[in-house]
């Protein structure tokens, strides 16, 4: 017969999501409810905006070449991102010869030796429903192969180029079987569902179809051309969206006017009102040499970032996407500059 001090320990057991044989519980990050339909799994780091703003740093799958800036302690969460194997068909030629790698949730893991919100990203890309299904049990570590356990799914399209043929799932189709999978037990139920929008290209009805889709979140696309993404909020705070759910602004810190053109690009915003003017400026500074061409990069920043703060509480964030060393080394500038302020935390690494 179990002794009053086995029982109790048993259901403090069951209580956190772990099987109760275990004397000596696995890491956290590793815990796993007995069976997919019982108990949930403790979350890692929790809600990063409980405390209030806050910035989240996307992260490479793979080697931690940003560890220096991520040990900052600045971050509340870090995100990984689903990135296709391939963006071309040229590309995709070289994945299917093994040219390339694919981008695995595996290594998607976070960092056990800081606890913060872990968001993983999970894009359709050319998937059908069933392959959706199993990424998604994947990521929030309930497939068959385990892992860690994220705080939240980011969803989106994806950018795979088999899709402007054929594209079985958008991202609100994803919300949707995310959220059913949840209420099924098939996913964590603590798990949070965010979604991206693209403010420079869509319209504040496609960010309100995602909330209702289920989405808790919201996360946009860099405001490269100002006006056009305040535009696009001053659409959805009148529409109540910041009430709804979170917003959260994406930051992407271009330290060249190529990188410039680069996300440009990936906001299919190339071709609207203010982007040439917008490069032009960048390549005038930078064809007066590398001071100058940093110089210009860190007032872009800061100006992005002082209009962002200008919004106050209703933006419950950023995302920064440094994604080059040149980019993490600007990142790193702003965190040590307090130029991530009011979101930074200064729990320092």
């Known amino acids: 017969m179990r002794s009053a001090a086995a029982t109790a320990a048993a259901g403090a057991r069951r ?6 044989g275990r004397a000596t519980p696995s890491p956290s990050r590793q815990r796993r409810p007995c069976t997919t339909a019982q108990a949930a799994p403790p979350r890692y780091g929790g809600d990063p905006f409980a405390a209030g703003p806050a910035a989240l740093l996307e992260r490479p799958a793979g080697p931690t070449v940003d560890a220096p800036l991520w040990a900052t302690g600045a971050f509340a969460g870090e995100v ?3 990135l296709p194997v391939a963006a071309t068909w040229r590309g995709a030629l070289r994945a299917a010869t093994g040219g390339l790698l694919d981008n695995s949730i595996d290594n998607a893991t976070g960092d056990p030796a800081r606890p913060a919100s872990l968001i993983r990203t999970v894009a359709a890309q050319a998937r059908g429903r069933g392959a959706v299904r199993d990424r998604l049990r994947a990521a929030a570590g309930w497939g068959a192969g385990g892992g860690a356990v994220p705080d939240a799914l980011l969803l989106l399209a994806g950018g795979h180029p088999a899709r402007s043929l054929w594209a079985p799932m958008g991202a609100v189709g994803m919300l949707q079987e995310a959220a059913s999978m949840r209420a099924a037990g098939e996913l964590p139920p603590s798990l949070a569902l965010w979604a991206v929008v693209n403010p420079l290209t869509e319209p504040p009805a496609r960010a309100a179809a995602k909330v209702d889709a289920g989405a808790t979140v919201i996360v946009t696309q860099p405001p490269l051309l100002w006006p056009r993404w305040e535009a696009w909020w001053k659409g959805v705070a009148d529409a109540g969206l910041p009430g709804a759910a979170r917003v959260v602004a994406g930051v992407a810190l271009p330290p060249t006017p190529n990188a410039l ?27 007066q040499g590398a001071a100058a061409r940093a110089a210009h990069a860190r007032a872009a920043a800061a100006s992005t970032l002082a209009s962002l703060a200008s919004l106050g509480p209703a933006l419950a964030g950023i995302h920064v996407m440094p994604v080059t060393a040149g980019g993490r080394a600007l990142a790193r500038e702003l965190v040590d500059g307090g130029g991530l302020e009011p979101w930074a935390r200064r729990t320092g690494g």
Do not use: I, N, Q
């Not at 209580?15 to 109760?20: I, Q």
């Open 80 to 82: 990984y991102p689903d």
């Open 15 to 20: 209580a956190a999501g772990m099987c109760v």
């Open 261 to 287: 053109r680069f996300w440009l690009a990936l906001a299919g915003a190339t071709s609207l009102d203010g982007a040439a003017a917008t490069v032009a400026a960048f390549e005038a500074a930078a064809a």
